[in-house]
Protein backbone atom coordinates (compact mmCIF):
# COMPACT_ATOMS: atom_id res chain seq x y z
CA UNK A 1 0.00 0.00 0.00
CA UNK A 2 3.16 2.22 0.94
CA UNK A 3 4.24 1.77 -2.71
CA UNK A 4 1.35 2.69 -4.18
CA UNK A 5 0.79 5.79 -2.34
CA UNK A 6 3.99 7.02 -3.27
CA UNK A 7 3.77 5.99 -7.27
CA UNK A 8 0.17 6.82 -7.01
CA UNK A 9 0.76 9.65 -9.59
CA UNK A 10 3.36 7.67 -11.82
CA UNK A 11 0.77 5.12 -12.35
CA UNK A 12 -2.17 7.19 -13.41
CA UNK A 13 -0.06 9.19 -15.76
CA UNK A 14 0.95 5.72 -17.13
CA UNK A 15 -2.52 4.21 -17.49
CA UNK A 16 -3.93 8.08 -19.14
CA UNK A 17 -0.81 7.18 -21.69
CA UNK A 18 -1.73 3.71 -22.31
CA UNK A 19 -5.91 4.89 -22.58
CA UNK A 20 -4.62 7.85 -24.90
CA UNK A 21 -2.18 6.04 -27.15
CA UNK A 22 -4.42 2.99 -27.75
CA UNK A 23 -7.35 4.49 -29.54
CA UNK A 24 -4.71 6.62 -31.49
CA UNK A 25 -2.87 3.44 -32.52
CA UNK A 26 -5.88 1.68 -33.26
CA UNK A 27 -6.66 5.12 -35.24
CA UNK A 28 -3.41 4.58 -37.50
CA UNK A 29 -4.31 0.89 -37.83
CA UNK A 30 -7.87 1.13 -38.89
CA UNK A 31 -6.72 3.94 -41.23
CA UNK A 32 -4.36 2.04 -43.06
CA UNK A 33 -6.87 -0.89 -42.76
CA UNK A 34 -9.52 1.27 -45.16
CA UNK A 35 -6.83 3.07 -47.81
CA UNK A 36 -4.97 0.09 -48.03
CA UNK A 37 -5.95 -3.56 -46.57
CA UNK A 38 -4.23 -6.24 -47.48
CA UNK A 39 -4.46 -7.68 -50.33
CA UNK A 40 -5.69 -11.28 -50.88
CA UNK A 41 -3.18 -13.56 -52.88
CA UNK A 42 -4.78 -16.06 -55.55
CA UNK A 43 -6.84 -18.83 -53.72
CA UNK A 44 -6.77 -22.84 -54.67
CA UNK A 45 -10.74 -21.92 -55.70
CA UNK A 46 -9.22 -19.09 -58.46
CA UNK A 47 -6.30 -21.51 -59.39
CA UNK A 48 -9.51 -24.22 -59.91
CA UNK A 49 -11.44 -21.99 -62.50
CA UNK A 50 -8.19 -20.23 -64.35
CA UNK A 51 -7.19 -24.07 -64.58
CA UNK A 52 -10.47 -25.37 -66.15
CA UNK A 53 -12.76 -22.69 -67.27
CA UNK A 54 -14.39 -25.13 -69.15
CA UNK A 55 -15.74 -27.46 -66.45
CA UNK A 56 -17.73 -24.22 -65.16
CA UNK A 57 -19.25 -23.30 -68.85
CA UNK A 58 -16.89 -20.66 -68.87
CA UNK A 59 -13.67 -19.12 -70.77
CA UNK A 60 -11.81 -16.61 -68.67
CA UNK A 61 -9.97 -13.91 -70.76
CA UNK A 62 -7.22 -11.74 -68.76
CA UNK A 63 -6.39 -8.52 -69.85
CA UNK A 64 -5.26 -4.94 -68.99
CA UNK A 65 -7.49 -1.51 -69.35
CA UNK A 66 -5.58 1.52 -70.84
CA UNK A 67 -5.06 3.09 -67.14
CA UNK A 68 -3.57 -0.23 -65.60
CA UNK A 69 -6.65 -1.56 -63.98
CA UNK A 70 -6.78 -5.12 -64.28
CA UNK A 71 -9.88 -7.05 -65.30
CA UNK A 72 -11.54 -10.45 -66.33
CA UNK A 73 -13.90 -11.33 -68.99
CA UNK A 74 -16.29 -14.25 -68.20
CA UNK A 75 -17.70 -15.67 -71.13
CA UNK A 76 -20.43 -18.15 -71.72
CA UNK A 77 -18.35 -21.17 -72.79
CA UNK A 78 -19.77 -22.54 -75.98
CA UNK A 79 -18.72 -26.64 -74.63
CA UNK A 80 -22.27 -27.62 -74.42
CA UNK A 81 -21.98 -28.33 -70.53
CA UNK A 82 -22.36 -26.42 -67.34
CA UNK A 83 -21.00 -26.48 -63.82
CA UNK A 84 -23.16 -27.42 -61.27
CA UNK A 85 -23.60 -23.82 -59.84
CA UNK A 86 -24.75 -23.00 -63.57
CA UNK A 87 -27.19 -26.30 -63.74
CA UNK A 88 -28.57 -25.19 -60.44
CA UNK A 89 -29.75 -21.56 -61.22
CA UNK A 90 -31.01 -22.45 -64.57
CA UNK A 91 -33.15 -25.02 -62.41
CA UNK A 92 -34.35 -22.33 -60.59
CA UNK A 93 -34.94 -19.98 -62.86
CA UNK A 94 -36.65 -22.47 -64.79
CA UNK A 95 -39.18 -23.37 -62.04
CA UNK A 96 -40.20 -19.95 -61.75
CA UNK A 97 -41.14 -19.78 -64.99
CA UNK A 98 -37.84 -17.78 -66.89
CA UNK A 99 -37.42 -18.85 -70.66
CA UNK A 100 -34.06 -18.64 -70.65
CA UNK A 101 -31.69 -18.66 -73.77
CA UNK A 102 -29.64 -21.58 -74.78
CA UNK A 103 -26.43 -23.01 -73.48
CA UNK A 104 -23.75 -21.06 -74.68
CA UNK A 105 -25.54 -18.15 -76.02
CA UNK A 106 -24.83 -14.10 -74.67
CA UNK A 107 -27.37 -11.45 -74.50
CA UNK A 108 -25.81 -8.96 -72.61
CA UNK A 109 -22.89 -7.93 -70.30
CA UNK A 110 -22.97 -7.59 -66.51
CA UNK A 111 -19.70 -6.26 -64.51
CA UNK A 112 -19.30 -7.15 -61.14
CA UNK A 113 -17.55 -5.13 -58.39
CA UNK A 114 -15.68 -6.61 -55.42
CA UNK A 115 -15.81 -5.57 -52.15
CA UNK A 116 -12.98 -4.33 -49.59
CA UNK A 117 -9.75 -7.06 -49.18
CA UNK A 118 -11.40 -8.49 -52.38
CA UNK A 119 -9.94 -9.34 -56.01
CA UNK A 120 -11.83 -9.89 -59.32
CA UNK A 121 -11.19 -13.60 -58.94
CA UNK A 122 -13.57 -13.93 -56.20
CA UNK A 123 -16.39 -13.52 -58.16
CA UNK A 124 -15.55 -17.01 -60.59
CA UNK A 125 -18.71 -18.56 -58.64
CA UNK A 126 -20.67 -15.47 -59.31
CA UNK A 127 -19.94 -15.58 -62.90
CA UNK A 128 -20.57 -19.02 -63.98
CA UNK A 129 -24.39 -18.52 -62.72
CA UNK A 130 -24.55 -15.52 -64.53
CA UNK A 131 -22.75 -16.73 -67.66
CA UNK A 132 -25.24 -19.92 -67.59
CA UNK A 133 -28.11 -17.63 -67.87
CA UNK A 134 -26.62 -15.60 -71.02
CA UNK A 135 -24.11 -13.16 -69.75
CA UNK A 136 -20.57 -12.56 -70.24
CA UNK A 137 -19.18 -10.95 -67.29
CA UNK A 138 -16.43 -8.43 -67.06
CA UNK A 139 -14.56 -8.17 -63.51
CA UNK A 140 -12.08 -6.00 -62.49
CA UNK A 141 -10.00 -5.40 -59.48
CA UNK A 142 -10.13 -1.87 -57.52
CA UNK A 143 -7.05 0.30 -56.27
CA UNK A 144 -5.42 -1.31 -53.37
CA UNK A 145 -6.83 -4.66 -54.16
CA UNK A 146 -5.92 -7.71 -56.21
CA UNK A 147 -3.18 -7.13 -58.85
CA UNK A 148 -4.59 -3.17 -59.17
CA UNK A 149 -1.54 -0.85 -59.32
CA UNK A 150 -3.02 1.97 -56.93
CA UNK A 151 -2.43 1.63 -53.28
CA UNK A 152 -5.58 3.88 -51.86
CA UNK A 153 -9.32 2.68 -52.28
CA UNK A 154 -11.67 5.52 -51.87
CA UNK A 155 -14.66 3.26 -52.07
CA UNK A 156 -16.43 4.86 -55.13
CA UNK A 157 -15.06 8.30 -55.35
CA UNK A 158 -12.55 7.96 -57.60
CA UNK A 159 -13.36 4.66 -58.51
CA UNK A 160 -16.91 5.31 -60.20
CA UNK A 161 -15.93 5.35 -63.44
CA UNK A 162 -13.81 2.24 -63.63
CA UNK A 163 -16.45 -0.15 -63.96
CA UNK A 164 -18.10 1.52 -67.56
CA UNK A 165 -14.30 2.09 -68.43
CA UNK A 166 -13.35 -1.93 -68.67
CA UNK A 167 -16.93 -2.63 -70.18
CA UNK A 168 -15.54 -0.44 -73.06
CA UNK A 169 -12.33 -2.30 -73.25
CA UNK A 170 -14.01 -5.78 -73.04
CA UNK A 171 -15.88 -4.78 -75.64
CA UNK A 172 -13.76 -3.44 -78.06
CA UNK A 173 -11.06 -6.09 -77.64
CA UNK A 174 -13.66 -8.85 -77.60
CA UNK A 175 -15.92 -7.25 -80.23
CA UNK A 176 -19.05 -7.28 -78.66
CA UNK A 177 -21.85 -4.41 -78.16
CA UNK A 178 -21.02 -2.78 -74.30
CA UNK A 179 -24.88 -2.42 -74.12
CA UNK A 180 -26.81 -4.22 -72.92
CA UNK A 181 -25.42 -4.10 -69.38
CA UNK A 182 -25.92 -4.41 -65.77
CA UNK A 183 -24.28 -3.24 -62.59
CA UNK A 184 -23.40 -5.45 -59.09
CA UNK A 185 -21.57 -4.51 -56.45
CA UNK A 186 -20.91 -5.62 -52.71
CA UNK A 187 -20.25 -3.85 -49.83
CA UNK A 188 -17.25 -1.42 -50.87
CA UNK A 189 -18.09 -2.56 -54.69
CA UNK A 190 -21.79 -1.44 -53.99
CA UNK A 191 -20.85 1.71 -52.81
CA UNK A 192 -18.45 1.82 -55.90
CA UNK A 193 -21.83 0.83 -58.47
CA UNK A 194 -23.47 3.40 -56.74
CA UNK A 195 -21.01 6.18 -57.56
CA UNK A 196 -21.01 4.37 -61.53
CA UNK A 197 -24.52 5.09 -61.90
CA UNK A 198 -23.34 9.04 -61.35
CA UNK A 199 -20.98 8.77 -64.46
CA UNK A 200 -22.36 10.82 -67.32
CA UNK A 201 -23.06 8.50 -69.48
CA UNK A 202 -23.42 5.57 -67.75
CA UNK A 203 -24.21 2.29 -69.40
CA UNK A 204 -26.49 0.57 -67.20
CA UNK A 205 -30.02 -0.87 -67.27
CA UNK A 206 -29.97 -2.55 -63.87
CA UNK A 207 -28.20 -2.34 -60.80
CA UNK A 208 -28.00 -4.70 -57.79
CA UNK A 209 -26.02 -4.08 -54.21
CA UNK A 210 -25.28 -6.36 -51.72
CA UNK A 211 -24.67 -5.51 -48.16
CA UNK A 212 -23.46 -2.15 -48.72
CA UNK A 213 -23.88 1.41 -46.92
CA UNK A 214 -25.47 4.82 -47.13
CA UNK A 215 -22.39 6.62 -46.10
CA UNK A 216 -19.41 5.52 -44.65
CA UNK A 217 -19.27 7.72 -42.02
CA UNK A 218 -22.14 6.29 -39.93
CA UNK A 219 -20.88 2.41 -40.77
CA UNK A 220 -17.93 3.65 -39.14
CA UNK A 221 -19.49 5.18 -36.75
CA UNK A 222 -21.88 1.96 -35.70
CA UNK A 223 -19.05 -0.02 -35.41
CA UNK A 224 -16.63 2.02 -33.72
CA UNK A 225 -19.61 2.12 -31.19
CA UNK A 226 -20.36 -1.20 -31.13
CA UNK A 227 -16.74 -2.17 -30.39
CA UNK A 228 -15.12 0.51 -28.41
CA UNK A 229 -18.68 2.55 -26.24
CA UNK A 230 -19.48 5.39 -27.40
CA UNK A 231 -17.05 7.68 -26.19
CA UNK A 232 -13.97 6.01 -27.65
CA UNK A 233 -15.82 4.83 -30.66
CA UNK A 234 -16.45 8.37 -31.96
CA UNK A 235 -12.88 9.49 -31.05
CA UNK A 236 -11.43 6.49 -33.23
CA UNK A 237 -13.76 7.36 -35.66
CA UNK A 238 -12.60 10.66 -35.77
CA UNK A 239 -9.22 10.10 -35.47
CA UNK A 240 -9.47 6.83 -38.83
CA UNK A 241 -10.90 9.95 -40.48
CA UNK A 242 -8.36 12.34 -40.20
CA UNK A 243 -5.61 10.08 -40.81
CA UNK A 244 -7.31 8.06 -43.67
CA UNK A 245 -7.42 11.87 -44.98
CA UNK A 246 -4.38 12.85 -45.17
CA UNK A 247 -3.13 9.13 -47.06
CA UNK A 248 -6.20 9.32 -49.56
CA UNK A 249 -7.29 12.97 -50.09
CA UNK A 250 -10.75 11.90 -49.42
CA UNK A 251 -13.22 12.67 -46.45
CA UNK A 252 -15.16 10.05 -45.21
CA UNK A 253 -18.10 12.82 -46.33
CA UNK A 254 -16.93 12.25 -49.27
CA UNK A 255 -18.30 8.67 -49.79
CA UNK A 256 -21.78 9.10 -49.61
CA UNK A 257 -23.37 6.71 -51.91
CA UNK A 258 -26.93 7.36 -50.48
CA UNK A 259 -26.62 11.22 -52.31
CA UNK A 260 -26.58 9.25 -56.01
CA UNK A 261 -28.90 7.07 -55.09
CA UNK A 262 -31.42 9.72 -54.68
CA UNK A 263 -30.87 10.76 -58.48
CA UNK A 264 -31.03 6.86 -59.18
CA UNK A 265 -33.15 6.31 -62.50
CA UNK A 266 -32.52 2.60 -63.20
CA UNK A 267 -34.12 -0.49 -61.51
CA UNK A 268 -31.95 -1.43 -58.49
CA UNK A 269 -32.65 -4.35 -56.12
CA UNK A 270 -30.82 -3.58 -52.79
CA UNK A 271 -29.99 -7.25 -50.81
CA UNK A 272 -28.92 -7.15 -47.24
CA UNK A 273 -28.95 -9.73 -44.42
CA UNK A 274 -30.44 -8.93 -41.45
CA UNK A 275 -27.79 -10.20 -39.10
CA UNK A 276 -24.80 -8.17 -40.29
CA UNK A 277 -22.56 -6.92 -38.04
CA UNK A 278 -20.27 -5.29 -40.38
CA UNK A 279 -22.76 -3.31 -41.99
CA UNK A 280 -25.66 -2.46 -40.15
CA UNK A 281 -28.95 -3.40 -42.05
CA UNK A 282 -30.10 0.33 -40.95
CA UNK A 283 -27.94 1.59 -43.21
CA UNK A 284 -28.69 -0.84 -45.94
CA UNK A 285 -32.38 0.22 -45.97
CA UNK A 286 -31.44 4.05 -45.85
CA UNK A 287 -29.47 3.60 -49.14
CA UNK A 288 -32.91 1.60 -50.32
CA UNK A 289 -35.40 4.23 -49.04
CA UNK A 290 -33.22 7.22 -50.55
CA UNK A 291 -33.60 5.85 -54.20
CA UNK A 292 -36.62 7.78 -55.64
CA UNK A 293 -40.20 5.63 -55.34
CA UNK A 294 -40.72 6.46 -58.84
CA UNK A 295 -37.40 3.91 -59.92
CA UNK A 296 -38.10 0.31 -59.93
CA UNK A 297 -36.41 -1.04 -56.93
CA UNK A 298 -37.02 -3.69 -54.80
CA UNK A 299 -35.66 -4.44 -50.92
CA UNK A 300 -34.35 -7.84 -50.30
CA UNK A 301 -33.48 -9.16 -46.53
CA UNK A 302 -31.37 -12.24 -46.50
CA UNK A 303 -33.05 -14.17 -43.10
CA UNK A 304 -30.06 -15.28 -40.56
CA UNK A 305 -27.13 -13.95 -43.04
CA UNK A 306 -24.34 -11.83 -41.67
CA UNK A 307 -21.91 -9.82 -44.37
CA UNK A 308 -19.89 -12.86 -44.84
CA UNK A 309 -22.46 -15.36 -45.78
CA UNK A 310 -25.10 -13.35 -47.26
CA UNK A 311 -24.77 -14.98 -50.60
CA UNK A 312 -23.98 -18.48 -49.68
CA UNK A 313 -27.26 -19.41 -47.51
CA UNK A 314 -29.88 -21.45 -48.17
CA UNK A 315 -31.88 -18.75 -48.91
CA UNK A 316 -32.12 -18.28 -52.82
CA UNK A 317 -30.39 -14.72 -53.65
CA UNK A 318 -28.96 -16.10 -56.81
CA UNK A 319 -32.30 -16.66 -58.12
CA UNK A 320 -33.56 -13.11 -57.32
CA UNK A 321 -30.48 -11.91 -58.59
CA UNK A 322 -30.29 -13.81 -61.75
CA UNK A 323 -34.02 -12.87 -62.38
CA UNK A 324 -33.27 -9.36 -61.84
CA UNK A 325 -30.82 -8.82 -64.52
CA UNK A 326 -33.01 -10.99 -66.84
CA UNK A 327 -35.57 -8.84 -66.48
CA UNK A 328 -33.96 -5.56 -66.88
CA UNK A 329 -31.36 -6.12 -68.78
CA UNK A 330 -32.34 -6.46 -72.45
CA UNK A 331 -31.64 -5.32 -75.84
CA UNK A 332 -32.89 -2.08 -76.94
Known sequence: MRFLRRHWGKFLSALVGVAVALPIALSFWAAGEIASPPRRTLQDYHNEYLAAPEDHGMAILSATAPDGTPYLTCLPGPFGRLGKRGNRIRDELSALGYKLPPTGTTHGTLV????????????????????????????????????????????????????????RASAQANRFSPEPAGLMGMSMGGSIAMHATAEPHAPWQALVVVSSFDEFRSALDAETTAHAGVFFGSFCADATERIYQQRSGVSFDDIRPVSHAANLRIPALIIHGDNDGSVPTAAGRRLFDAIPPTTPKKWLSVPGANHQNVLVTDFPVYAEIAGWMLRHVTAP
Do not use: N, Q, W
Request: glycine share 12%; with cysteine; charged share 25%.
Open 112 to 167: LCHGRKGRKEDYFSIAERFCAIGFRCVIPDFPAHGDHPGKIATYGVREGAIPAMVL
